[in-house]
């Protein structure tokens, strides 16, 4: 079973300032079917990124993600006030069918 | 739109079983290469895969609950309903249903259905 690790577990910073999270998992993962979500108190997870770098329908562009086999990377090039909440990474294998989600990383005001 | 509705007690007494059902509305469940999943959040914390079922189908659950949870369908009803058999205080948690998109990823989320166990 794949294990993934996000990296930090909380991020203080400004509006305005760039957002770097980081993924890692413990083996590499299956055509890079790694996404990202974002959750905000109260609401179910918003899917963002899909296939580690392929933004989700109505997702602005300043949401990126990079990376492939073990290291992805979610970045948010200039943090609006919405954006404050917490990111998941998450993994899907395929043999047999499996969902793994990292433990989360906060984005904070600083 | 696709749009789902988690349904079911707010309240289960441990060793007892939760259910939890799905309804689904704007996509046949049948239809379409798609998972229908289950994904729970214990307060505070993060999201947990609890188990998924295939258009077809067939089931898939996290090894770490296997023993305890059964997925199914009612395509009569454009349902698919959790079961969880003796629920401890550990299970209290928001389930979410969700369904994938072709990648993998699940692109749309029910809003979440609170279950808390206790006495």
């Known amino acids: 079973e794949i294990v993934l690790t996000q990296s930090p577990g909380t991020l203080s910073l400004s509006p305005g300032e760039r957002a770097t999270l980081s993924c890692r998992a413990s083996q590499s993962v299956s055509g890079n079917s790694l996404a990202w979500y974002q959750q905000k108190p109260g609401q179910a997870p918003r899917l963002l990124i899909y296939v580690a770098s392929t933004r989700a329908t109505g997702i602005p562009d300043r949401f990126s993600g990079s990376g492939s086999g073990t290291d992805f990377t979610l970045t948010i090039s200039r943090l609006e006030p919405e954006d404050f909440a917490v990111y998941y990474c998450q993994q899907y294998g395929y043999s047999p069918p499996h969902w793994t989600f990292g433990q989360g990383t906060k984005v904070e005001v600083k | 739109q696709l749009q789902l509705q988690e349904s079911g007690p707010g309240l289960v007494k441990p060793s007892e079983t939760l259910s939890l059902t799905c309804t689904v509305s704007g996509a046949s469940i049948s239809s379409g290469n798609y998972f229908w999943g289950w994904i729970r959040q214990p307060p505070g914390k993060g999201l947990e895969w609890v188990g998924s079922i295939y258009y077809d189908g067939r089931t898939f659950y996290n090894p770490s609950l296997k023993s305890r949870v059964t997925i199914s369908v009612d395509t009569s009803k454009n349902q698919f309903s959790l079961k969880m058999t003796s629920v401890t205080a550990t299970d209290t948690a928001a389930y979410y249903c969700?369904?994938?998109?072709?990648?993998?990823?699940?692109?749309?989320w029910g809003q979440g259905a609170l279950v808390t166990v206790s006495s």
């Open positions: 969700a369904r994938t998109s072709g990648s993998g990823d699940y692109n749309y």
